[in-house]
């Protein structure tokens, strides 16, 4: 059987049981998704490919107890989500707000007046735009932007992997929305 066909659950099964190759497909599937994560998250190459690292190896040690309770992506996210907590609080300083408080009354974004995009910006300009908005967002809103666009996981899936309810993930992540939509106006 071809193992690019099997559901990651099911490959991490057979890892859990001892089939190496079984983890490379995984490893191959997520690497790139979970290393942009952790880069847009921290900001920083460096450490996001220290967190990478401890990430994968973090599932390597944890394969023995694993049980598909859930996506094997929320589980992957989990632990990311948890290593980049864990790298918040060794910082001077610790965590960030955003992960402890809700997010803003919608009410209170700043709107950009200026309406109707404007063509002259091309694809490569929205883009780092877009990327310097996802840099300025609160780290918890940022996390669930990238949940989302980079892993695919639904609402329910980044309340599990972040250890919040749905109601604050979806919340972190309509707030995100608004963040970016308002700071692109203009650049559409």
Known sequence: MNRDSV????????YRDGDAGAFEVLYNRHRGGLYRYLLRSSGSAATAEELFQDVW????????SYAATAKFTTYLYRLAHNRLIDHYRRRPQGVPVS???DCPELDTLALDPSGQPDARYDTKQKAE???????????AQREAFLLREEAGLSVEDIAQATGVNRETAKSRLRYALANLRSGM????
Request: glycine fraction near 2%.
């Open 57 to 64: 190896m973090n599932l390597v040690r944890a394969r023995a």
């Open 129 to 139: 735009r877009l990327l310097a908005l996802l840099a300025e967002l609160p780290e």
């Open 99 to 101: 992960f402890e408080d």
């Open 7 to 14: 559901a990651d659950e099911e490959l991490m099964a057979r």
């Open 185 to 188: 106006r203009g650049y559409l």
